[in-house]
């Protein structure tokens, strides 16, 4: 199977309140493995991720990286970044298509190959589903198998991200079910033994 050489879409962690993000964010967009950045920030105040999204978004654009934001497509706007990912609470895909247009919008499906199906018919630009793994950065509500990328793969052509409590143990096995794109936050941001430079190059 020929793997896509820029398969991580790597999240931001929960908080960025340490200068070194910034350095470390350029030194891992450099590692060239990654193809999407997502902003996803859920206690800051609007003012604060605008001004944080900013930054991110200079560096993203440095090292050829999309930047998408999280939640938000007035927000994604406002930044002018590459996008925006959104919940199933987070209003549709046809009214982020209002404020963003032609712009990446990207949606969560859980575990759902009827969601899997709407999202594909209202127009997603890539679709992310999970968990596949039990994860720390965010509370597992869903439970997908490995099954579901190759159910997907069946009914739509639009790229698929798996998310889930990814590392460089299992991430592996997600590619080779034919995910298109590895969500990865937690492995990278809050990982004990690595530095997060450390732990994305044990991503092949």
């Known amino acids: 199977m020929k793997k896509n050489k820029k398969f991580i879409y790597l999240i931001s962690p929960k908080n960025i309140k340490n200068s070194n993000f910034f350095k470390d964010l350029d030194l891992l967009l450099k590692n060239n493995n990654i193809s999407y950045f997502q902003l996803r920030l859920k206690k800051e105040k609007i003012k604060e ?54 712009k990446i919008i990207g949606i969560t499906c859980h575990n759902s190959i009827k969601l899997i199906k709407k999202a594909s018919k209202e127009g997603a630009d890539y679709i992310a589903i999970g968990a596949f793994y039990s994860s720390k950065t965010k509370k597992v509500k869903y439970k997908a198998p490995k099954k579901l990328l190759i159910d997907a793969k069946k009914i739509t052509k639009i790229p698929l991200v798996a998310i889930g409590g990814i590392n460089s143990k299992n991430y592996k096995k997600l590619l080779l079910n034919k995910a298109n794109f590895l969500a990865i936050s937690g492995y990278i941001w809050n990982n004990k033994k690595l530095k997060p430079i450390e732990a994305i190059r044990k991503l092949k």
């Open 49 to 102: 991720i605008i001004s944080i999204g900013k930054r991110i978004k200079n560096i993203c654009k440095k090292n050829k990286v999309k930047f998408i934001i999280n939640d938000s497509p007035l927000v994604a706007k406002k930044i002018g970044a590459d996008g925006c990912h959104i919940g199933q609470n987070d209003g549709s895909i046809k009214n982020a298509r209002l404020i963003l247009k032609n």
